[in-house]
């Protein structure tokens, strides 16, 4: 079956401009993750949904990052007035939603500020 | 506060040998364990995981061991393989919430 998807596979923004990057998660999947990796770090987590509610948003690094999810399913995350250290691959993992259910992860959307 | 470390950031193995990459973990409250693969511009490629009450899992070639009073676990890949060369990270995770991840190790097959 298909994985999880995420678009644009690039983005390329001035700073300043706002940013929408898209995941599909894998049918089914009622738990959806957010999570970056910045040049040279690790893996840093940005919001959890469950369902269409967002238990915990306590990785989203100030306001001008957003996240909404509809019909269980497409994410989407916002950026906006991006600045320069929000270059990073933006990561979506999906999973069954259960404890102990593994998050499988789709191929990252690489966001590049100038 | 890191919970979740992987203390060396490379590893160079002969092929045909066993890897051993390691990870430790501070919150006692964590209840799964997984191992990703990534290789570079690719998302995470879930490998094997375990459950806090088990100590062993084995899934092919790859062996995954959990030492909770030590709060260690450890991946053993035997044999190594060139395709084996990647980034392995280790993650912990309490219930259905996020994924807390150590900052990779950098797995070289050398043939």
């Known amino acids: 079956g298909a994985g999880v998807s995420q678009s644009p596979s690039n983005k390329v923004t001035e700073k300043g401009k706002d940013v929408e990057l898209r995941c599909d998660p894998i049918s089914g999947h009622t738990a959806l993750y957010w999570y970056r990796q910045r040049l040279g770090q690790g893996l840093e987590f940005l919001i959890y949904f469950q369902g269409n509610s967002a238990p915990d948003k306590s990785g989203l690094p100030s306001d001008r990052f957003s996240a909404e999810r509809t019909g269980e399913s497409v994410s989407t995350l916002t950026i906006q007035r991006t600045q320069q250290e929000d270059s990073a691959v933006y990561l979506c993992?999906?999973?069954?939603?259960?404890?102990?259910?593994?998050?499988?992860f789709g191929p990252g959307t690489r966001l590049l500020v100038l | 506060d890191q919970q979740v470390k992987q203390n060396s950031p490379s590893l160079s193995v002969q092929e045909g040998r066993i890897s051993i990459l390691n990870c430790d973990y501070t919150n006692s409250m964590f209840d799964y364990f997984l191992w990703y693969k990534k290789y570079p511009a690719e998302g995470p490629t879930f490998l094997i995981s375990?459950?806090?009450?088990?100590d062993k899992n084995e899934d092919g070639r790859f062996t995954v061991f959990l030492n909770k009073s030590a709060k260690h676990l450890s991946l053993h890949i035997v044999p190594s393989q060139p395709g084996d060369s990647a980034v392995y990270f280790c993650?912990?995770?309490?219930?259905?919430?996020?994924?807390?991840f150590g900052q990779g190790t950098r797995l070289t097959i050398n043939p």
């Open positions: 993650a912990a995770q309490k219930g259905a919430q996020k994924l807390v």
């Open positions: 375990i459950s806090s009450i088990k």
């Open positions: 993992a999906s999973s069954l939603g259960g404890a102990q259910e593994t998050q499988y």
